[in-house]
């Protein structure tokens, strides 16, 4: 080969190099949309944020793995910053571990435990009359029969509309 063939092939190399690697990130890409489409596209801002700090992980396949991964952590340190900063604003001061692992409970819906706070605090309006007592006319059994059948049926969001509802009648 002349001096003129081997500079030719050259470039030429490292252009299938180039279409090979986006071919593969392409793949990569195709991958981690499948793992859930709908999370996708804020997964793969994450990404793109993360590669401006290691600009070099976007250039492999390997790589990209890497920057979803990295992503990834930080889209869920941030939604549970952002889930803590929600149940501050709403019960207007930080919970504690005890507190988050009692709602964590309840919205979960471990009846064991539930049943348990239940029986314990059970509520039983009086029927005899029609006149409520003082304790009564603060208290709205409703709340509670509604946080208590969404707990009984795993009712995540009617738990928790029943437990405002409750802090909010308090």
Request: aromatic share 4%; no cysteine.
């Given at each position: 080969m002349?001096?003129?063939g081997q500079q030719v092939d050259e470039p030429i190399e490292a252009k299938i190099d180039?279409?090979?690697?986006?071919?593969?990130?392409?793949?990569?890409?195709?991958?981690?949309?499948d793992k859930n489409r709908n999370e996708f596209q804020e997964r793969y801002a994450y990404a793109q944020y993360v590669s401006r700090e290691y600009?070099?992980?976007?250039?492999t396949p390997r790589g990209?793995?890497?920057l979803f991964e990295l992503g990834d952590k930080l889209r869920t340190e941030n939604m549970k910053r952002n889930a803590g900063k929600a149940l501050e604003s709403i019960f207007g001061e930080p919970l504690g571990a005890e507190e988050?692992?009692?709602?964590?409970?309840?919205?979960?819906?471990?009846?064991?435990?539930?049943?348990q706070n239940y029986q314990t605090n059970a509520y039983m309006p009086e029927t005899s009359t029609s006149i409520k007592s003082g304790s009564d006319q603060n208290r709205n059994p409703t709340?509670?029969?509604?946080?208590?059948?969404?707990?009984?049926?795993?009712?995540?969001?009617?738990?928790?509309?029943?437990?405002?509802?409750?802090?909010?009648?308090e």
């Open positions: 002349n001096q003129y180039r279409t090979v690697a986006i071919r593969e990130i392409a793949g990569v890409l195709e991958d981690e949309a600009p070099q992980l976007a250039r990209v793995r890497k988050i692992t009692r709602l964590r409970t309840l919205v979960k819906g471990d009846k064991a435990i539930t049943q709340y509670e029969m509604e946080l208590k059948e969404s707990v009984e049926k795993g009712d995540v969001d009617g738990t928790i509309a029943a437990l405002f509802k409750k802090q909010m009648a």
